[in-house]
Every structure is written in C-alpha cells, then in structure tokens.
Antibody
C-alpha cells in the first residue's frame, strides 16, 4: 500500500523558517517525480514545487521562488520542503504527492494526509 | 483567481446525474494538455479520480466519467450517492506559466 506521511508543520512567525518532511513507502520512491501541493484555508489547491526522480531538476511556482527549496533523499525514501522568509499568505495545508509525468502534462497520483503550516505573529 | 474555472457549487438528488465543468484557455486545456480530476472528501486529502481526461484509476466506480473538448473539460457523476458529497478539483498544465494549474474547486452537495 502506498503511503506518504508528512511532518514538520506548525505555527511560525512571519519571516521565519520551517522544514517539512514526507516519508514514502509502498512504492519505488526513486522512480517517481515528487511534488508539494498546498491548500490555504477554505481555498483550492495550488501546486508549489516539483523535483525529478534523481533530484537533478526542480521547479517552483513563482510565489515561492527564492524562498522555498525542494529536495529528496532516495536512500531514505524521503521528500523535503525547506521554507524560508515565510509570509502570512503561505498559511496552508501542505501535501506531499507523487507525480506521474506524461507528454501531455502530468498528474498527482498519490497524496499524503497533509501538514498544516500557520504563519502568524 | 484560478487559471482553470469551475463552478463553486453544484447539487443533485440521490440517483441523479450531475456534471462539473472546468474551463481553461489556449495555453492549457486548449493547447492539448490533459485534464485530471481529484475528489476531496470532507477533512481529507485529495484523491485522484480521473486522469488523462477520461481514465479511471483502479477502484474508482464507473459512475464517474470525464471528457474534454476544446478549452474545457467536464466531470460527470451518475447515480449520485450520499458518499459522493465532496469537493472536486480539476488540474492541467499551463505552458505559458510553466506550472501545473488547478481549478478553484467545486463543492458537490447531495440533497
């Protein structure tokens, strides 16, 4: 059974930092692109970042470029999101998701349960 | 404001058929990028419901179907059941933004 378990969320002040982790099991982690997707309270889903199977390529939504860093450790079957210079508008549930890439785009086939990040003073 | 446009809410009685639209533009759905759908039950994570416009992952009932035409896509649910009450999100890729994009989500209420 595929499992993605996020951790590391919490309350942080504006300008602060937080590191999210996602532990994967039940599939060959190193064979998948991985992503972070977030959902602000009462809002829709927003893609945040992708990382290639071997970590050699990384992509971000404009609003987090220069502040967030996605990384992975295939030996530990783990995905990370380092979030710096956090803003109130980063408040959301952050989901870890596996991504299947096809020539006509890609989709998120498995999702974790999410971890809540609240940015507030 | 989301790149893909969905109605905020739809409703239907048990047993009825409902459809949820997802409208994009020439740089996403209209450019030939696939549309995918996710079901998010209350207080849970999203779950892949339809991929590649019309394909169902294993375990998804055939009451759920997807289609795409031009710059829009639709999710149809037939034989509506109380357990279908959830938020539904469409997703595609936008070549102008270089991003994966979602609709704002549609809340389905089973009357």
């Amino acid at each position: 059974e595929v499992q993605l378990v996020e951790s590391g969320g919490g309350l942080v002040q504006p300008g602060g930092s937080l590191r999210l982790s996602c532990a994967a099991s039940g599939f060959t982690f190193s064979n998948y692109w991985m992503s972070w997707v977030r959902q602000a309270p009462g809002k829709g889903l927003e893609w945040v970042a992708n990382i290639k199977k071997d970590g050699s390529e990384k992509y971000y939504v404009d609003s987090v470029k220069g502040r967030f860093t996605i990384s992975r450790d295939n030996a530990k079957n783990s995905l990370y999101l380092q979030m710096n210079s956090l803003r109130a508008e980063d408040t959301a549930v952050y989901y870890c998701a596996s991504k299947t890439t096809v020539t006509t785009g890609g989709y998120f086939d498995y999702w974790g349960q999410g971890t809540l990040v609240t940015v507030s003073s | 404001q989301s790149v893909l446009t969905q109605p905020p809410s739809v409703s239907g009685a048990p047993g009825q058929r409902v459809t949820i639209s997802c409208t994009g533009g020439s740089s996403n759905i209209g450019a030939g990028y696939d549309v995918h759908w996710y079901q998010q039950l209350p207080e849970t994570a999203p779950k892949l419901l339809i991929y590649g416009n019309s394909n169902r992952p294993s375990g998804v009932p055939d009451r759920f179907s997807g289609s795409k035409s031009g710059t829009s896509a639709s999710l149809a649910i037939t034989g509506l059941q109380a357990e279908d009450e959830a938020d539904y999100h469409c997703q595609s890729y936008d070549s102008s933004l270089g991003d994966f994009v979602f609709g704002g989500g549609t809340k389905l209420t089973v009357l």
